[in-house]
């Protein structure tokens, strides 16, 4: 399965809401995972399974779809969120998204 | 707290080979499962590989295969992985991670493989 993450590049300001997208070339049953990834570190798992919410992530983050279509919400978006957003499904294999870079205006 | 610590990383000619290791700590080791995973420029992030967490099994991605060996020691709280036979395009930061069901939980901070002449 591939992923389609859109926008490749994403600029918003401190307090916006901002929405990632990560669409599958097939149907992923909701077997979808986000990570965040900050310059010069590891990815860190944000959400699993569409919208289960890793432990210790803040409650601005939360996802959301079915099928093929998956979002990433940022309900108030931090300084701190600066970072390269990917999808990651495990419905058949396992394959990573291309990556949302989040920049902050 | 969970701390997954690479090493094993450099620069290696095509053709030969590399061992990583991932020394764990902060968790109980034994309960769970282990996995690589890469990122490169070219690529992106790929799993690499997999092993429960008894060492019983193992899992691979297709380009890997025959190449590179995972393994674990649970005595000592460390995850290997043996990379033969290595190519450019295997040139990455590799990461462990402690694999959960079928996403990967928590990891490490990488460590560099550079396959060149």
């Known amino acids: 399965i591939q992923l389609t993450q859109s926008p490749s590049l994403l600029s918003a300001s401190v307090g916006d809401r901002v929405t990632l997208s990560c669409k599958g070339s097939?149907?992923?049953?909701?077997?979808l995972a986000w990570y965040q990834q900050k310059l010069g570190e590891a990815p860190k798992l944000l959400i699993y399974?569409?919208?289960s919410l890793q432990t210790g992530i803040p409650s601005r983050f939360s996802g959301s779809g079915s099928g093929t279509d998956y979002t990433l919400t940022i309900s108030s978006l931090h300084s701190e969120d600066l970072a390269t957003y990917y999808c990651?499904?495990?419905?058949?294999?396992?394959?990573f998204g291309s990556g949302t870079k989040l920049e902050i205006k | 707290e969970v701390q997954l610590v690479e090493s094993g990383g450099g620069l290696v000619q095509p053709g030969n080979s590399l061992k990583l290791s991932c020394a764990a700590s902060?968790?109980?080791?034994?309960?769970?499962?282990m996995a690589w995973v890469r990122q490169s420029p070219k690529k992106g992030l790929e799993w690499v590989a997999t092993?429960?967490?008894?060492?019983?099994?193992?899992y691979y991605r297709d380009s890997v295969k025959g190449r590179f060996t995972i393994s674990r020691d649970n005595a000592k709280s460390t995850l290997y992985l043996q990379m033969d036979s290595l190519r450019s395009e295997d040139t990455a930061t590799y990461y462990c991670?402690?694999?959960?069901?079928?996403?990967?939980?928590?990891w490490g901070q990488g460590t560099l493989v550079t396959v060149s002449s």
């Open positions: 991670a402690i694999q959960l069901r079928d996403w990967f939980a928590y």
């Open positions: 902060g968790f109980t080791f034994s309960d769970y499962a």
């Open positions: 092993i429960i967490y008894d060492g019983s099994s193992t």
């Open positions: 097939q149907n992923i049953n909701n077997y």
């Open positions: 399974k569409t919208n």
């Open positions: 990651y499904q495990y419905n058949n294999g396992y394959t």
